[in-house]
């Protein structure tokens, strides 16, 4: 792998961008800068505006990601555009763009993400029962005939 050098603000804006619009982990960062991954935590101790960028820019990413589970848990609209071609009598061809709204339902397995991790309390993964009893616990069971 070449050496490449740290080139302070230059570098710093490559790697907030890396992690803000890409999403790249820290050896994938490394890799397009062209440096050992050891170098890039060694730049992370010794550039404070570097370790900054990164911090920063993962933080607007994740900000993206949770933003785009929320729309998927309430629902949207989106417009939906379809461009037809026609052919007249004459061979002349026009152009016809149609656009409409359309309403993307709100996705329940993202409802149930965003609860169980906003709310653990109220949605918790699992319901716990004492069944625990000071005064002991009668069972009947009936048998059907």
Known sequence: M????????ETDRQVYL?????????????????IHHDTFYQWIKKHP?????????????IDKVENALFKEATGYWTEETKTYIQEGKNGEKTKK???SKKFIRPNVTAQIYITKN???EKW?????HDLNHNGGLNINVKWAD
């Open 97 to 99: 763009i149609e656009k």
């Open 118 to 120: 906003r709310r653990p």
């Open 18 to 34: 890396m992690a803000r619009d890409e999403g790249l982990n820290d050896r994938e960062i490394a890799n397009n800068l062209g």
């Open 124 to 128: 918790p993964d699992k319901q716990e």
């Open 49 to 61: 505006a570097f370790s900054d960028a990164v911090k920063k820019g993962r933080e607007l990413s």
């Open 2 to 9: 070449a050496k490449t050098k740290y080139k302070g603000e």
